[in-house]
């Protein structure tokens, strides 16, 4: 694949005459795909649609392999969130409270207003913004527990103003994670199901018994969750179809090899499938990260997933200079984006593409998975060139506001009845003629 290689990541240089196609062939990412899932979201959809609990119960029990009788033994209630976070260790209890402020206070100031303006002839023209009544929010409990993805979920949509916040999570086994739960306490959720998959997806979507209908879906999953919501979308709304995480670090040279492995483990420990890319101008040291790579990768305790992602989808790239760095990182649009280099902020205006961007040799990728402030549900597979963070404007809906004056009326009018009789659409045109002041 390249001009140089190792059992644990590819390098790839862009002088390669192969390198576009090398590349085209490490991004190439479609979760949803697969027709054989698509056929079982499908068939899972439909019976959570027609049988509602029965089928969630059934579809669980035989996922997540527990052996419940009924819906009321996958719904926790407010006392056992708020005994998990009482439980938990100080130190534990601090972080995540510490956390969940500094994310409150960073969304606080997403908070759009309703605004309007009055026109001359005293037409008022203007916005509402309007908070969901009722938000899904699906936490993922498969290969590891998420109390970050509560907190990024649930907090902005309580600042948006959402009324109701309805958390779905898996629990394979029947193993609790009280970290999850105390999370859910901490970030004022509602109501928590302990169901995942695509049967969380339909019941969130076309409502039970027992799960109320929500208005949108958010937070990431497996392959069957992304399928699934987007089966759903139209019937609610839906953030994103999340895809394996993402990193792209960049570096002048400066920043320890140390530093920048373990940055690129960060992501690539979440999954076999995700992506970690190292990129510099400087060839002496992306030698550098790749000894760290193969150094520290054994101390993981998440080595072999760590291990496959690297060899899977992982990358060093050499470049010629930052100008090509910059045009690498808006080809690939990666979700995170760490700017280890002396002045990032010179680099700001011409990074056109990415979820998020870390700045200087110091802000690592993990401070926003939890605790800087910024939402770390994140745009994937390259969609940040048309996506954005969660946030909380995810969970409002903005109605436009017109009200005429007499002479507004007549006034607009007039126009409108030229453009509708040219569209041969003289019902229009006559509504608006019938407020014309001659």
């Known amino acids: 694949m390249s001009d140089k290689s190792t059992a644990t990541i590819a390098r790839l240089s862009t002088v390669d005459g192969a390198f576009h196609q090398h590349l085209d062939a490490l991004l190439d990412w479609e979760g949803v795909s697969d027709k054989a899932v698509q056929a079982r979201v499908e068939e899972i959809l439909a019976d959570v649609k027609r049988r509602g609990d029965s089928a969630v119960v059934e579809a669980t029990n035989r996922f997540d ?23 938990l260790p100080a130190e534990q209890r601090n972080a995540l409270s510490a956390a969940a402020e500094r994310i409150k206070r960073y969304h606080e100031r997403q908070k759009p207003s309703s605004w309007q303006y009055e026109e ?45 916040i309805v958390m779905v999570v898996p629990t394979p086994d029947g193993v609790l994670n ?11 959720v509602d109501y928590v199901f302990t169901i995942g998959g695509a049967q969380a997806i339909a019941a969130l979507a076309y409502g039970t018994e027992s799960i109320p209908r929500v208005d949108k879906i958010v937070g990431p999953g497996n392959i069957y969750v992304a399928t699934a919501k ?44 995700a992506q970690a890319i190292f990129v510099s101008w400087k060839a002496d040291h ?9 150094r ?69 990728e993990a401070l926003g998975d939890y605790c800087a402030g910024p939402n770390h549900v994140l745009p994937t597979s390259g969609t940040a060139r048309f996506s954005s963070p969660l946030g909380v404007y995810d969970f409002q809906k903005r109605s436009s506001i017109i009200h005429c004056s007499p002479d507004g009326a007549s006034e607009l009018g007039k126009i409108a009845s030229v453009l509708a009789r040219g569209e041969s659409l003289t019902a229009h045109a006559r509504s608006a003629e019938y407020r014309i002041i001659d």
């Open 296 to 364: 520290l990768l054994p101390t993981l305790e998440r080595e072999d997933i760590a291990r496959a992602s690297l060899q899977r989808r992982g990358a060093l790239i050499l470049c010629q200079d930052q100008a090509e760095a910059i045009e690498l990182i808006n080809r690939i649009a990666p979700e995170h984006l760490e700017l280890s280099v002396e002045t990032p902020g010179d680099w700001l205006d011409d990074v056109r593409h990415a979820g998020a961007i870390f700045m200087g040799r110091h802000t690592s």
């Open 65 to 87: 392999r527990l052996s419940v009788e009924s819906m009321e033994q996958l719904c926790l209630s407010p006392e056992q969130l708020k005994k998990a976070f009482d439980g």
């Open 120 to 164: 001359a002839d005293g037409t008022v023209l203007g916005q509402k913004v309007t908070p969901l009544d009722r938000a899904g929010i699906y936490v993922p409990g498969g290969k590891a527990a998420y109390p970050s993805s509560v907190l990024m979920n649930a907090i902005p949509a309580h600042v948006a103003g959402v009324r109701e």
């Open 230 to 273: 987007r089966a759903v979308f139209g019937q609610v709304g839906i953030d994103m179809i999340a895809g394996p995480s993402e990193i792209m670090v960049v570096s002048d040279g400066q920043t320890d090899p140390d530093w920048l492995a373990m940055d690129l483990f960060s992501q690539a420990e979440h999954d076999e499938d």
């Open 286 to 294: 992306l030698d550098a990260v790749e000894a760290s790579i193969e």
């Open 178 to 188: 009280d970290l999850v739960l105390a999370a859910a306490h901490l970030a004022g």
